[in-house]
């Protein structure tokens, strides 16, 4: 690696970390102000070589319309949706933006990182199959779960995914859901081609090959430190605004920043292992993303899935994850990592989720332990004619559950992404990896909405035109959201939900 140029050093932006959410951020910035001058910085030597990258995560656009963890049964055997409505019309914020950016020309393909994927639940035994009814009858009767199809006729289930239902005991007691407009997202691609549309404008520099090693306010603006890792040498900016888009990387850096809304908070990272299959005979007989229930006790990333994947034009197909267990918080981290981010002000959370997560520490344990005979039974429940050779064992990207404060419990582990922002909003930090890539424009608008405040009004218009539905609720709006959905389906060429009638 060459030393790279130096950079600006008093830029408006700061961005870390070259993965989906800094792009998305600097999308929107770069459309909203064209004369803001944006750095961004990444340590690796090019984008979306972490969780972004196709093959580190499942690459579910992830709508609530297959996974079964957003709609959780209540104690009265009804099904609550609240959560999966919420997920649902997340995803339209980002289907929008994407829509923009291809319509605009910026994304000069969609093909290129978007494709149509139907989305399927599927549910073995009588109890889960009650439950799957349930949650059909909750769901498809909201205008935006319009045309989900619900089987457990074997004949039809085998029409929509023959590999999992082939040499299955024709008695067993299963059912499905489908929707056909669900989508596999290269989240990759689409980070390289919004870095790489950027790049076009002068206001804009991407600095790889820099590692940001601290962030400190002086004199009422950041100064960032960047080390170019070619030279070893260490350049400051100093900007009004700093993002830590730095995926597992935020923690570390929201700490050395010393803000107030950062205290407490710690990591507890989790890697993960995918079952991946390249043959071209069998990825092309399997198009859908089939997920299962999650086992109970088990944390909502444990629930397995066997999906299409199409990544570089190439049909494929991933099973899993397998979780184990690592101190990194990278996938390209340090053993270190975890020990390092151990702070005296989040020693007590740490020890607090400890004591109350002994299911998730058993599960662990439980997966780091499989033998690849058991890693390949499990296989097995998805799809049961696989052969063992045609599948190869892969690494995905680290993911790092937040840990914060909580008065009551000491500290509280959490499955969601969370968005650490300070006081004067200068500064924001995105922790978590869920639902993750899919909602990154609906934790983008979250950052505006808390660090730019009193710009917000005046980009409002212009984000209207980026985001129609900005402002209003699809999830309360039929019309909207029929209008929005057959709009982004047309210009990402996606498929429409199988009845077009809203309910
Ligand atoms: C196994 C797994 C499966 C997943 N499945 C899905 C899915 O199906 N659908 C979905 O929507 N989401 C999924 N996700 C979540 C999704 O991948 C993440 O939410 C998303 O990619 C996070 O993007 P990011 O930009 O925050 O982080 P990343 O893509 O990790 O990017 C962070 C970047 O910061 C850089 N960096 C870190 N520290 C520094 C530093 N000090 N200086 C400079 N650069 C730094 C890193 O090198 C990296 O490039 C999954 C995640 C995992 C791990």
Same mark, same amino acid.
């Given at each position: 690696m060459t030393a790279a140029p130096p950079l600006n050093p008093q830029p408006d932006v700061v961005l870390v970390g070259a993965g989906v959410m800094s792009a998305t951020l600097a999308v929107l910035l770069q459309e909203l102000q064209p004369d803001l001058r944006i750095v961004l910085l990444e340590e690796r030597g090019g984008a979306a070589q972490e969780s972004s990258n196709a093959w580190n995560n499942a690459g579910t656009g992830h709508a609530a319309l297959c996974e079964l963890n957003y709609t959780p049964q209540r104690a009265? !055997?009804?099904v609550?949706? %609240?959560r999966a409505l919420k997920v649902n019309t997340q995803f339209d914020l980002s289907r929008q933006l994407w829509a923009s950016l291809v319509r605009s020309g910026a994304i000069p393909d969609a093909d290129a990182f978007i494709? %149509?994927?139907p989305h399927i639940s599927f549910v073995r035994g009588a109890a889960d199959v009650a439950f799957l009814g349930k949650r059909w009858e909750a769901m498809s009767a909201h205008h935006c779960f319009t045309g989900m199809e619900y089987a457990e006729d074997h004949a039809e289930l085998a029409?929509?995914? &023959? #590999?999992?239902?082939? !040499?299955?005991? &024709?008695?067993?007691?299963v059912a499905a859901t489908r929707m056909v407009s669900g989508t596999d997202v290269d989240f990759g691609a689409l980070t390289r081609l919004m870095i790489a549309h950027l790049a076009t404008k002068p206001t804009f520099t991407v600095g790889y090959g820099h590692e940001v090693t601290d962030v400190k306010r002086e004199n009422g603006r950041w100064t960032v430190e960047a080390k170019d890792r070619a030279s070893g040498r260490k350049?400051? #900016? %100093?900007?009004?605004?700093?993002? #830590? !888009? *730095?995926g597992g990387g935020a923690l570390p850096l929201l700490q050395k920043s010393g803000i107030p809304e950062g205290r407490g908070f710690g990591g507890f990272p989790v890697s993960g292992l995918w079952l991946r299959c390249d043959v071209p005979a069998l990825a092309d007989r399997h198009d859908a993303k089939v997920y299962g229930k999650a086992s109970v006790g088990t944390p909502p990333m444990s629930v397995p899935h066997l999906d299409a994947r199409v990544i570089d034009g190439n049909r494929a197909l991933l099973f899993g994850p397998y979780a184990g267990f690592s101190t990194k918080f990278l996938k390209h981290g340090s053993n270190a990592d975890l020990f390092l981010a151990i702070k005296p002000d989040n020693i007590g959370p740490l020890l607090a989720v400890g004591r109350d997560n002994m299911d998730l520490t058993k599960y662990l344990i439980g997966q780091v332990m499989l033998k690849p005979s058991q890693r390949f039974a499990s296989l097995q429940e998805y799809f049961p004619n696989a052969k063992q050779a045609e599948w190869e064992l892969a690494v995905a990207g680290q993911r790092v559950q937040v840990i914060m404060p909580d008065a009551k419990a000491g500290g509280v582990l959490q499955f969601g992404t969370e968005v650490v922002a300070s006081g004067d909003g200068s500064l924001a930090a995105v922790l978590g *990896? %869920? &639902?993750g890539a899919s909602t990154a424009v609906a934790i983008m608008l979250d950052v505006l909405a808390r660090c730019f405040k009193d710009q917000l009004p005046g980009w409002t218009p212009r984000l209207q035109q980026l985001i129609p539905s900005y402002g209003r609720s699809i999830a309360d709006d039929t019309d909207l959201c029929r209008q929005i959905r057959t709009d982004t389906a047309s210009v990402l060429h996606l498929a429409e939900p199988a009845v077009s009638t809203a309910g």
């Open positions: 009265d !055997g009804s609550d949706i %609240s494709h %149509s994927v029409r929509w995914m &023959p #590999l999992v239902m082939e !040499g299955r005991d &024709p008695n067993e007691t350049q400051r #900016l %100093s900007t009004r605004f700093v993002f #830590l !888009g *730095a *990896a %869920s &639902p």
